[in-house]
């Protein structure tokens, strides 16, 4: 393989691969405890390497307490005791190599457990080893000020701990305290623990909310207009990834640690704009090498309610807006990712497109689409290959996830309309995002023998792998082929994009380009038929896929049907 493509971008393994997420609770339960395990990830490794995408992302597998699902790390050299042993996690990983596939483990930096002895030292009194670990902040000091926290009870990111009469912060759950990373035996004891993964020949790191790593530690008080939006909005995250030595920081760990391996790393980065993006991952930085963005997730949200959808929806001309600046924005240095889903989102097909009986094979495939013909390296959630969709619990106590309950006490104890809320979050809510993968139509879907932890979606009578694999027109074959259309083409991966009829509210289309070779992408985002104009210089006949049987075409325009997709060769 040449190292570089015709127009001189380094040719990476990252940048040519396709990951799939996997939600560990909710893949496959080996041994009937209701809860998704290694064994269980073990036992479909075939599956796996059967879809043709050749990186998976874990979500944290390490021993915690799960007030948040193992984002809550107690032990960062251990395997979470529902999730089986170090002994399973080699063999998963052995197995997993075998197949070529690479692994990347997610790692979360920003914050431990409050049950991590690192955080049972701290609290134990001022003059402890550990204190300078986590921030914290002396009552005698007056009301710390106010920081906004993703899961709090009551929203307030600084928490009281009697025992040394100080607060501490906690940008997440109360069992989630920031560490403090200007301490320098932290950023020691962390790269530490980054190599012990590495040496056991894992293939990078998704790091979560390492963006929120660097902390301003004068605690300016925050204005009033930063204030004003209690229940969460674009300006906190921005505030949270602004730290004064975050550049500094990644940059240490590459240059310490994963530079002396042939690794990936991707940050997860709430809060960073376009105009940041590319010092974040520009090769000769050395600091990550993709992130992901929240600026297509967050459409359609509203900033005065937290996870509340805008009663005006979201508009196609703004998501191909945002989609395509992401994609120019590392057009020549850097490299960017694209989701539409992953286990803080709802599930694609019903966030993005229709999950109605109708469309709903037409939009997951179409989706599809756009994730694996787009010019950044596509994250796949796990299900979506069969077009999964959310649950749309009706009752607050169906939900696991301390998010979505934690809002929903609050709202309650504001005297705010909560059952508004759960309305808005059967489209929102993190746990449709969650709920286990659909193996067969049986009870509990193949997932799990025993009681599993969150319901399963009772649409897996008719939404199952098994009935998706003997059916060649089914999501799961749509997806497989996509995947070795994408992987035998390196147009797709380094072609030039360009967005054609930004303003066309129904839809998506675009050209790749790569040397003389050139694709042109037709997506229908909508639910009716919709006519797209071909230009002179556009397509031969040559389709590469297709969602429907055919293409209703005449000489100067096709007529794409309901989310329809199409991809065309074009000379
Ligand atoms: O998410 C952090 C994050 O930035 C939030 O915006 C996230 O989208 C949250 O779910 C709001 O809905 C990461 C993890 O992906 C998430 O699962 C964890 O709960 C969180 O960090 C804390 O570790």
Same mark, same amino acid.
């Given at each position: 393989?040449?190292?570089?493509?015709?127009?001189?971008?380094?040719?990476?393994?990252?940048?040519?691969?396709?990951?799939?997420?996997?939600?560990?609770?909710?893949?496959?339960?080996?041994?009937?405890?209701?809860?998704? +395990?290694?064994?269980?990830?073990?036992?479909? &490794?075939? /599956?796996?390497?059967?879809?043709?995408? *050749?990186?998976? $992302?874990? #979500? @944290?597998?390490?021993?915690?307490?799960?007030?948040?699902?193992?984002?809550?790390?107690?032990?960062?050299?251990?395997?979470?005791?529902?999730?089986?042993?170090?002994?399973?996690?080699?063999?998963?990983?052995?197995?997993?190599?075998?197949?070529?596939?690479?692994?990347?483990?997610?790692?979360?930096?920003?914050?431990?457990?409050?049950?991590?002895?690192?955080?049972?030292?701290?609290?134990?009194?001022?003059?402890?080893?550990?204190?300078?670990?986590?921030?914290?902040?002396?009552?005698?000091?007056?009301?710390?000020?106010?920081?906004?926290?993703?899961?709090?009870?009551?929203?307030?990111?600084?928490?009281? +701990?009697?025992?040394?009469?100080?607060?501490? &912060?906690? /940008?997440?759950?109360?069992?989630?305290? *920031?560490?403090? $990373?200007? #301490? @320098?035996?932290?950023?020691?004891?962390?790269?530490?623990?980054?190599?012990?993964?590495?040496?056991?020949?894992?293939?990078?790191?998704?790091?979560?909310?390492?963006?929120?790593?660097?902390?301003?530690?004068?605690?300016?008080?925050?204005?009033?207009?930063?204030?004003?939006?209690?229940?969460?909005?674009?300006?906190?995250?921005?505030?949270?990834?602004?730290?004064?030595?975050?550049?500094?920081?990644?940059?240490?760990?590459?240059?310490?640690?994963?530079?002396?391996?042939?690794?990936?790393?991707?940050?997860?980065?709430?809060?960073?704009?376009?105009?940041?993006?590319?010092?974040?991952?520009?090769?000769?930085?050395?600091?990550?090498?993709?992130?992901?963005?929240?600026?297509?997730?967050?459409?359609?949200?509203?900033?005065?309610?937290?996870?509340?959808?805008?009663?005006?929806?979201?508009?196609?001309?703004?998501?191909?807006?945002?989609?395509?600046?992401?994609?120019?924005?590392?057009?020549?240095?850097?490299?960017?990712?694209?989701?539409?889903?992953?286990?803080?989102?709802?599930?694609?097909?019903?966030?993005?497109?229709?999950?109605?009986?109708?469309?709903?094979?037409?939009?997951?495939?179409?989706?599809?689409?756009?994730?694996?013909?787009?010019?950044?390296?596509?994250?796949?959630?796990?299900?979506?290959?069969?077009?999964?969709?959310?649950?749309?619990?009706?009752?607050?106590?169906?939900?696991?996830?301390?998010?979505?309950?934690?809002?929903?006490?609050?709202?309650?104890?504001?005297?705010?309309?909560?059952?508004?809320?759960?309305?808005?979050?059967?489209?929102?809510?993190?746990?449709?995002?969650?709920?286990?993968?659909?193996?067969?139509?049986?009870?509990?879907?193949?997932?799990?023998?025993?009681?599993?932890?969150?319901?399963?979606?009772?649409?897996?009578?008719?939404?199952?792998?098994?009935?998706?694999?003997?059916?060649?027109?089914?999501?799961?074959?749509?997806?497989?082929?996509?995947?070795?259309?994408?992987?035998?083409?390196?147009?797709?991966?380094?072609?030039?994009?360009?967005?054609?009829?930004?303003?066309?509210?129904?839809?998506?289309?675009?050209?790749?380009?790569?040397?003389?070779?050139?694709?042109?992408?037709?997506?229908?985002?909508?639910?009716?038929?919709?006519?797209?104009?071909?230009?002179?210089?556009?397509?031969?006949?040559?389709?590469?896929?297709?969602?429907?049987?055919?293409?209703?075409?005449?000489?100067?325009?096709?007529?794409?049907?309901?989310?329809?997709?199409?991809?065309?060769?074009?000379?």
């Amino acid at each position: 393989m040449e190292s570089s493509t015709p127009d001189g971008i380094e040719r990476r393994w990252w940048k040519e691969g396709i990951v799939y997420q996997i939600y560990p609770r909710s893949f496959k339960d080996s041994d009937g405890d209701g809860i998704g +395990d290694l064994r269980g990830i073990i036992e479909k &490794l075939d /599956y796996i390497a059967s879809l043709g995408i *050749d990186i998976v $992302w874990l #979500n @944290p597998i390490y021993d915690s307490p799960n007030d948040d699902n193992g984002y809550d790390i107690r032990d960062y050299r251990a395997i979470m005791s529902e999730f089986g042993t170090m002994a399973d996690f080699d063999e998963l990983l052995a197995g997993m190599h075998e197949r070529g596939i690479r692994l990347v483990m997610d790692l979360v930096l920003n914050h431990s457990s409050d049950e991590h002895p690192w955080f049972e030292a701290s609290r134990s009194s001022r003059d402890n080893p550990f204190r300078d670990y986590y921030h914290w902040w002396p009552a005698e000091h007056g009301p710390p000020p106010y920081r906004w926290s993703y899961f709090d009870e009551k929203a307030e990111a600084w928490r009281y +701990d009697e025992a040394t009469d100080a607060y501490y &912060l906690h /940008y997440f759950s109360r069992k989630q305290p *920031d560490l403090n $990373w200007e #301490n @320098p035996e932290v950023r020691r004891a962390i790269h530490d623990i980054v190599r012990f993964w590495l040496d056991k020949g894992v293939d990078g790191f998704r790091m979560d909310v390492v963006t929120f790593i660097s902390k301003d530690l004068d605690w300016p008080a925050l204005t009033d207009d930063d204030l004003k939006h209690r229940y969460g909005s674009v300006d906190w995250p921005q505030y949270y990834a602004s730290g004064p030595r975050l550049h500094e920081f990644l940059q240490e760990m590459r240059r310490e640690v994963l530079d002396r391996y042939d690794v990936v790393s991707v940050g997860e980065a709430a809060g960073v704009t376009l105009d940041q993006a590319v010092d974040l991952v520009a090769a000769d930085r050395g600091e990550l090498d993709m992130f992901f963005h929240f600026d297509a997730v967050s459409l359609g949200l509203s900033d005065v309610g937290y996870k509340q959808l805008d009663p005006a929806g979201w508009r196609l001309s703004d998501f191909k807006r945002v989609h395509s600046a992401w994609s120019d924005v590392f057009a020549e240095r850097g490299w960017g990712s694209v989701y539409l889903g992953n286990h803080d989102q709802p599930r694609m097909v019903s966030r993005w497109a229709s999950d109605s009986a109708t469309h709903r094979d037409y939009a997951a495939k179409m989706l599809h689409t756009f994730l694996l013909t787009m010019r950044s390296t596509p994250y796949v959630y796990f299900g979506d290959e069969i077009g999964m969709a959310n649950i749309r619990f009706d009752r607050i106590d169906d939900y696991r996830d301390l998010e979505t309950i934690n809002w929903y006490h609050l709202l309650e104890a504001e005297g705010k309309d909560a059952d508004r809320y759960l309305e808005d979050w059967k489209i929102t809510a993190r746990d449709n995002g969650r709920t286990p993968f659909q193996w067969d139509e049986t009870v509990n879907a193949g997932f799990t023998e025993g009681e599993p932890w969150i319901r399963v979606n009772p649409d897996h009578v008719s939404y199952n792998a098994a009935a998706q694999e003997d059916d060649p027109d089914s999501i799961l074959n749509y997806f497989r082929r996509l995947v070795a259309l994408r992987k035998g083409d390196p147009v797709f991966v380094y072609g030039d994009y360009t967005l054609l009829v930004p303003n066309d509210e129904q839809v998506f289309a675009y050209t790749r380009r790569l040397r003389e070779e050139g694709i042109l992408v037709l997506l229908n985002f909508s639910d009716t038929s919709a006519d797209f104009d071909l230009s002179t210089d556009l397509p031969t006949d040559e389709v590469l896929i297709n969602n429907y049987p055919d293409v209703d075409r005449v000489p100067d325009r096709i007529r794409l049907r309901p989310y329809q997709a199409l991809v065309l060769a074009h000379a």
